[in-house]
Each structure stands twice: as C-alpha cells, then as structure tokens.
C-alpha cells in the first residue's frame, strides 16, 4: 500500500514557515522542534525543500545551516 505523504510535508512547511516568523534558525534547530511535534527527519526536509521551491525561505550555510524567511 501506498501512503500519501504530501499533507503531513505540507503541514510541517506551515510548522517551518510559523517558526522562522519571529527568528531565523539553524537546521538542527529546526529539525528538533519538528521532532517534539512528531515529524521525522525526511517529512522535515521535505518541507523545507517546498518552502525553498516555492522561495519562500533563505538558506545559508556558513557554519552551520542558516534558515529565515525571505
């Protein structure tokens, strides 16, 4: 059986996209407060990545990974 994924990624981009409202914030940051709310690593990334395809963000890497919203 084939699970549909696309409503939990699209969920968590909303989760990313409220988060980096008030702050910008690094990946593991980011991923960890996905994780306290039930989200794996991949569902994460995944939204991220469709947040960044739709260039609503601004990702950075200088020592770490930077997040904000554009």
């Known amino acids: 059986m084939i699970e549909d994924y696309s409503i939990d990624i699209g969920l968590a981009a909303g989760i990313i996209y409220h988060e980096l409202s008030n702050k910008k914030m ?13 989200y794996n690593t ?3 990334l995944m939204a991220l990545g469709w947040l960044a ?3 609503k963000v ?9 997040i904000s919203l554009k």
């Open 26 to 38: 690094n990946l593991s940051t980011l991923e960890k407060s996905l994780h306290e709310k039930g």
């Open 42 to 44: 991949t569902t994460a």
């Open 53 to 55: 395809r739709e260039d």
């Open 58 to 66: 601004h990702i950075c890497k200088s020592n770490k990974w930077s």
